[in-house]
């Protein structure tokens, strides 16, 4: 079944604790995506990747880091997390040309306290 | 950066009624226009999507119509479900599709 996975879905943490979040999708997509979802907010882009080895920050990268290592992963890491960082976050994915199509994962539901 | 609005954030109908979200953009290179719908507790899901060369696209219950020199494309729903009920967003996008700028969303509710 083609899908994006997200690990975990749920995570509770305190602040300063260094986390990652895993994505992984089996379509052989090329671009892939981190959003955080707020209330109120919608959806913004957090890091996307073209590709292998190239990424490019979103709308509010601060906080965050990726690495694209191998086409399928993506993980989202927070190397000292804040309580403004409490939030829903989803990896998407797409073919390159097909960029407005974006696979997303179930989402990870991140509380720092 | 891309600007995007979607009104209305909230929409109640009676079930079989009509329902329509807009979405009004500022970029003018943007030429790809989806619409996600997310249900409870699940990622967003592309339910159609137009180019810009097109003026209307329905797909059974659901359209989507474009009207790129005032900047706004618009999603309709006809005979409204309780299915239906879920979030809406839309993401008007550009040819390199780079970077997606999502609307804030709309609450549909339809009541039985």
């Known amino acids: 079944e083609a899908q994006v996975t997200q690990n975990p879905r749920y995570l509770i943490t305190v602040t300063g604790k260094k986390l990652t979040v895993t994505c992984s999708q089996n379509?052989?997509?090329?671009?892939m995506s981190w959003y955080r979802q707020d209330p109120g907010l919608g959806l913004r882009q957090i890091y996307y990747s073209m590709n292998v080895e190239v990424t490019d920050k979103g709308d509010v990268p601060e906080g965050y880091k990726v690495s694209r290592k191998e086409k399928r992963n993506f993980p989202l890491i927070l190397e000292s997390p804040s309580p403004n960082q409490t939030s829903l976050y989803f990896c998407?994915?797409?073919?390159?040309?097909?960029?407005?199509?974006?696979?997303f994962g179930p989402g990870t539901r991140l509380t720092v306290t | 950066g891309e600007n995007v609005e979607q009104h209305p954030s909230t929409l109640s109908v009676q079930e079989g009624d009509s329902a329509v979200i807009k979405c009004t953009y500022s970029d003018s290179a943007s030429n790809y226009f989806p619409w996600y719908k997310q249900e409870l507790g699940k990622g967003p899901q592309l339910i159609i999507d137009?180019?810009?060369?097109?003026g209307e696209k329905k797909d059974q219950r659901i359209a989507v119509t474009l009207n790129k020199t005032a900047k706004h494309f618009s999603l309709h729903i006809t005979e409204t479900q309780p299915e239906d009920s879920a979030v809406y967003f839309c993401?008007?996008?550009?040819?390199?599709?780079?970077?997606?700028?999502f609307g804030s969303g709309t609450q549909l509710t339809v009541l039985p």
């Open positions: 137009i180019r810009s060369n097109v």
């Open positions: 993401a008007p996008v550009g040819d390199s599709a780079r970077q997606l700028t």
């Open positions: 379509m052989n997509h090329e671009y």
């Open positions: 998407a994915s797409s073919l390159r040309s097909r960029g407005y199509e974006q696979y």
